[in-house]
């Protein structure tokens, strides 16, 4: 989001609410960006800071958080706890909490989630781990307090990343296959018989529309995290559960008529990723896309047909999303596109507001 067009939407409110060395940071910005992050004393928030990593506000966390996600209308935001935890945070660009989110009993959130079209509704990937089954949480954001109203099923074994698709109004959904109780912490339950799949509902009637599992070559290929291209596209982003040999892919694009296309890569830049892909993003044209490795310190910018633009090579690089004309990369060591920052650790994801 470009400094003018933010102001637009905030209002006068937002830039008066701001401390005044925030609002002078905010008249030298060019574009804003959020992410979770982790503070030298420890504590946990979210941030929102400029292209130059100045901070612009800031929101505290009970606990780590994951991913943001942003509103249709760009005026909210919503923060999750890391996998496996039990709260979300709704707030403003200005840092003001407006509601907070539980998850029920016998759930737990899996760090993702999005807005309806209207903003007015809320999609939660979650686990009902008592029955090994994924969820998809419906939350009204309108109510006060914010009022869980329903729920549908999720198509698959632990659903990750979860998106809207702007053009049909349906939900995409990164069911990563792998089984997980709270009583086992973040242990893996089920890496024998895990299948990933790839699913679209409607999120009107929760009926799923189509449904593409990952192949018998990838069956521990656990699908993640996804980044919507400007065009259309999907792409999915996977980690593999076998440490002792290579897979064939970790990047595939998708569509509910097409299925999963993996891209091959040349095996020397596959094996420097480590069998993990930590967070991918697309061009807003959709001819590029971005993953990053914070296990590899590896991050690559390839075209739509997976041909390599860009090496990068950087310790515990993962967040990354595309800005006003390039895309921006963070680090868990506190590395903010071509600076470090001293006073902030930056989470799995960077989201270009």
Request: glycine residues 12%; contains cysteine.
């Amino acid at each position: 989001m470009l400094r003018r067009d933010f102001l637009k939407i905030s209002g006068a409110s937002f830039l008066t609410s701001l401390a005044m060395p925030a609002q002078e940071v905010l008249a030298q910005s060019e574009q804003i960006f959020a992410s979770c992050v982790a503070f030298p004393n420890g504590q946990f928030g979210a941030v929102l800071l400029n292209e130059q990593g100045k901070l612009i506000s800031k929101i505290d966390l009970p606990a780590r958080g994951h991913d943001i996600a942003l509103s249709t209308q760009k005026d909210k935001l919503i923060v999750f706890a890391r996998r496996p935890g039990t709260f979300a945070i709704l707030f403003g660009k200005n840092g003001k909490v407006l509601g907070e989110i539980s998850s029920i009993e016998g759930r737990h959130f899996y760090g993702h989630g999005t807005f309806s079209a209207d903003g007015r509704l809320f999609y939660a990937t979650e686990n009902d781990f008592e029955n090994a089954r994924g969820v998809i949480g419906i939350y009204d954001l309108t109510a006060q307090p914010i009022k869980r109203v329903g729920e549908f099923d999720a198509g698959g074994v632990g659903p990750h990343d979860l998106r809207l698709d702007p053009h049909s109004g349906h939900l995409i959904i990164a069911n990563g296959g792998i089984e997980t109780h709270p009583d086992f912490a973040r242990a893996k339950l089920n890496l024998a018989s895990m299948r990933a799949n790839i699913a679209w509902i409607n999120p009107s009637t929760g009926d799923l529309l189509a449904r593409y599992d990952a192949p018998d070559q990838l069956q521990k290929l656990s699908l993640r995290h996804m980044a919507l291209g400007g065009n259309g596209e999907v792409w999915i982003a996977g980690q593999y559960q076998n440490k002792s040999e290579l897979p064939e892919s970790l990047l595939a694009n998708a569509s509910p008529d097409n299925g999963l296309e993996f891209i091959l890569m040349p095996e020397d830049d596959l094996a420097a990723l480590h069998n993990y892909i930590g967070s991918v993003a697309a061009s807003g044209d959709g001819e590029q896309v971005a993953i990053t490795s914070p296990k590899g310190g590896s991050a690559y910018i390839l075209d739509r047909h997976g041909n390599i633009i860009d090496r990068r090579k950087q310790d515990d690089i993962c967040g990354v999303d595309y800005g006003r004309d390039r895309f921006q990369f963070s680090s868990g060591l506190g590395a903010f596109g071509d600076q470090t920052l001293d006073d902030l650790r930056f989470d799995n994801h960077l989201i270009a507001l």
